[in-house]
């Protein structure tokens, strides 16, 4: 048997009698853990010396469970622990993740590497994970909040695309974003848009009705933003 739960038995026989024991749960495991999904927190460039939190899910196949999960940064640039890492044990939450605290102020300005992975409640430990981060000065950080970026996205009726689509992005704290029109294959772009929340609006007339439809999207400090889809109804 390898990598089940199953139920151990104890059988007695004496003469003609045969006595079973209660089934104890015995697990047979031999997989390693996987990591499901990672998550840091704040989202976008680190500010050294600022709050960095990791949220993990983590999965053991229902065998003997997940132990603990470690992090470190990836000092040494071998995509691996190293044998003498200070690693950053998560500990578990009420709603099943596990979450640490992860210290930013030695960080060094530029790119870094996160290494995550799960160990096991018998030893077995899971590949690496490896989350790619950037760590920045706070003065730095406040430059960037300010670099604009251009919002591309292509607008439908239904299946097909749409022209002559006016397009508007508004922000309570950024700036005002001259409107633009969509083309003959329903692509638009916005331009300047800085780092926070916009509400986004498509605007024109399908099939004799004027149709609007409005999205909130979110534009992140030193992102280019993923080109958006809009369907009018």
């Not at 996205?153 to 299946?159: C, F, P, Q």
């Not at 024109?204 to 979110?218: A, C, L, Y």
């Amino acid at each position: 048997v390898r990598n089940a739960n199953v139920q151990l038995l104890g059988r007695l026989t004496v003469s003609d009698r045969t006595v079973w024991s209660r089934p104890v749960p015995v697990t047979f495991d031999g997989a390693n853990p996987r990591i499901q999904k990672v998550r840091l927190s704040p989202a976008g460039p680190v500010v050294i010396g600022g709050p960095l939190k990791l949220t993990v899910s983590a999965s053991d196949n229902d065998l003997s469970g997940i132990a603990r999960i470690e992090a470190t940064f990836d000092t040494e640039r071998t995509g691996q622990f190293p044998p003498k890492a200070k690693a950053v044990v998560a500990e578990l939450t009420v709603d099943g993740n596990w979450e640490a605290a992860l210290p930013s102020a030695e960080l060094k300005p530029g790119l870094h590497a996160l290494l995550v992975r799960a160990v096991d409640k018998v030893g077995n430990v899971g590949d690496v994970t490896r989350l790619k981060l950037t760590a920045m000065t706070a003065e730095d950080a406040e430059k960037l909040k300010a670099v604009p970026v251009s919002l591309m996205g292509t607008v439908y009726y239904g299946e097909k695309p749409v022209g002559e689509i006016a397009m508007t992005a508004e922000s309570e704290e950024g700036p005002k974003i001259e409107p633009a029109s969509t083309d003959d294959t329903g692509q638009f772009r916005l331009k300047g848009l800085t780092p926070g929340k916009w509400k986004v609006k498509a605007k024109g007339v399908v099939r004799n009705k004027i149709r609007v439809v409005e999205s909130e999207i979110t534009i992140k400090p030193g992102e280019t933003p993923q080109p958006i889809k809009i369907t009018l109804k």
